[in-house]
């Protein structure tokens, strides 16, 4: 999957790709959005599982309304505590 379309939004945004979320119900958009830096959330609905996600997506939930901004906010903080690790 190509992260282009991911990369070109936040561009036009004005918004540094590893400060932007994505919300995908796809696992191709997933892996597009990961490869674009992009920490990623799942959502599941009646043609998909949490299982496909695994080891993909940051988070997964069963419906938008599942999430909060703390939820989000928490994602960002994982990524950076991991990037840290890396550095």
Request: charged share 25%; aromatic share 4%; hydrophobic share 45%.
């Amino acid at each position: 999957p190509d992260p282009q379309i991911f990369l070109v939004a936040a561009e036009k945004i004005g918004v540094k790709p590893g400060d932007c979320v994505v919300v995908e119900d796809a696992l191709n958009g997933i892996v597009a959005a990961q490869k674009a830096g992009m920490a990623t959330i799942a959502v599941l609905h009646d043609h998909n599982d949490a299982g496909e996600f695994k080891g993909k997506a940051d988070l997964v939930v069963e419906r938008l309304s599942n999430l909060s901004l703390s939820g989000i906010g928490g994602l960002f903080n994982a990524k950076n505590k991991k990037l840290k690790k890396r550095l």
